[in-house]
């Protein structure tokens, strides 16, 4: 298995302060089109596996379903230029921030506005958990540093047995 797993820390996160010149807000459908691409690429998806599997209406489905968030330019502020999403069970999965715009904190500030949505939904006893792939080094170095915690592989056993299931 080529990814790391993490489950957040049960503390709230502190709000950050969204750099001058960025805007942070909610994802639309129509986002889907720009970052279904950059997110098959980011996980190696080759371009005719990514049409094959319609990942555009995947991911357009999940920004519609739930709540997923971007980072936006004050100067274009219709195309994210950063952005993260959460799934279903308060998991967080597509961090992606575009070249150029790295190293301003952007990750961190959507990973604790993600956090902060999931608590104030579900609780603060909600074990948020998230996916890393093992090469991408900023995002663990990322997760880390704000607390999250290296779980065994199988951890979604330890954490969502079904009744009765040893």
């Not at 005719?48 to 599997?53: E, S």
């Not at 993260?84 to 715009?101: D, T």
């Not at 506005?113 to 093992?134: F, N, P």
Request: proline letters at 7%.
């Amino acid at each position: 298995f080529d990814h790391y797993m993490f489950i957040a820390p049960t503390s709230k996160p502190e709000e950050l302060t969204v750099p001058q010149g960025y805007i942070l807000g909610p994802l639309l459908e129509d986002h889907a089109e720009a970052i279904a691409p950059q997110w098959a690429e980011d996980v190696g998806v080759p371009d005719l596996i990514m049409k094959d599997l319609n990942l555009v209406s995947i991911v357009g489905a999940n920004i519609t379903e739930r709540p997923c968030f971007g980072i936006f330019t004050e100067s274009d502020p219709n195309t994210p230029i950063a952005w993260l999403c959460i799934y279903s069970a308060g998991s967080i999965g597509m961090l992606h921030v575009k070249e150029g715009h790295r190293g301003k904190g952007l990750g961190r500030i959507l990973v604790r506005h993600c956090l902060k949505v999931i608590q104030d939904t579900h609780g603060m006893e909600c074990r948020s958990h998230a996916c890393c792939q093992k090469f991408n080094a900023a995002s663990r170095n990322l997760l880390f540093s704000e607390g999250w915690e290296l779980q065994p592989v199988n951890y979604k056993k330890l954490y969502f047995r079904t009744p009765g299931q040893s």
